[in-house]
Nanobody
Framework: QLHLVESGGGLVQPGGSLRLSCAAS????????IGWFRQAPGKEREGVSC????????NYADSVKGRFTISRDNAKNTVYLQMNSLKLEDTAVYYC?????????????????WGQGTQVTVSS
């Protein structure tokens, strides 16, 4: 079975940082584009960032550009989302997802496998 497991969420003050991890089991991430998504209470799911299978291409939502950085370590079968300068509006459940394409956008419809999510709460 294919599983994605997110970790690294938590409670942080505005301006703080967190690093989320997305670990795969049951398959190797090498050939999959990976995306990070988030969903806040009462809001629709939002694409945050994505990275190609090689790691050579990335994309970010305007709301996080310059603050978040996506990266991957295929040797560790893990993708990361470094989140800096966190804002109150970044509070959400964050999900990672894998696409069988080698490149995908931050459109959730392009993804085939999803993790269960990790809560990120930004609060003073």
């Amino acid at each position: 079975q294919l599983h994605l497991v997110e970790s690294g969420g938590g409670l942080v003050q505005p301006g703080g940082s967190l690093r989320l991890s997305c670990a795969a089991s049951g398959f190797t991430l090498d050939y999959y584009a990976i995306g990070w998504f988030r969903q806040a209470p009462g809001k629709e799911r939002e694409g945050v960032s994505c990275i190609s299978s090689s790691g050579g291409s990335t994309n970010y939502a305007d709301s996080v550009k310059g603050r978040f950085t996506i990266s991957r370590d295929n040797a560790k079968n893990t993708v990361y989302l470094q989140m800096n300068s966190l804002k109150l509006e970044d509070t959400a459940v964050y999900y990672c997802a894998a696409s069988t394409r080698t490149w995908a956008t931050i459109d959730g419809e392009e993804y085939d496998y999803w993790g269960q999510g990790t809560q990120v709460t930004v609060s003073s």
